[in-house]
């Protein structure tokens, strides 16, 4: 059974850090693209960031480029989201997800093309 479990998550102010932890158990790890996305309330589920397999290619939301870095630790399952000056329009719930297909740069930030999910970490940044 496949598992992905988020932590890190929390509540900072603006201008804060956090950084964002997913471990995958139930597979091979390293088989698998990894992205991260998240919902805000009333708003729908949108990309932030993923990256390939190998860790060669990383992709992120242009809201988040130049603030957010994510990388992955093959040897340990996780993959991380770091979170740098952070603003309140960054509040939401941050999700992971993996993706096993081949085909990944052009449709990254499509989240039905996932095939497993986390549960959510809320993260929460005050003015």
């Known amino acids: 059974q496949v598992q992905l479990v988020e932590s890190g998550g929390g509540s900072v102010q603006a201008g804060g850090s956090l950084r964002l932890s997913c471990i995958m158990s139930?597979?091979?790890?390293?088989?698998?693209?990894m992205g991260w996305f998240r919902q805000a309330p009333g708003k729908e589920r949108e990309s932030v960031a993923a990256?390939?397999?190998?860790?060669?290619?990383?992709y992120y939301a242009d809201s988040v480029k130049g603030r957010f870095t994510i990388s992955r630790d093959n040897a340990k399952n996780t993959a991380y989201l770091q979170m740098n000056s952070l603003i309140p329009e960054d509040t939401a719930v941050y999700y992971c997800a993996a993706d096993f297909s081949d085909f990944f740069g052009t449709t990254w930030s499509s989240s039905n093309k996932y095939d497993y999910w986390g549960q959510g970490t809320q993260v929460t940044v005050s003015s």
């Open positions: 990256m390939s397999r190998s860790g060669g290619s990383t």
């Open positions: 139930g597979r091979t790890f390293s088989s698998y693209n």
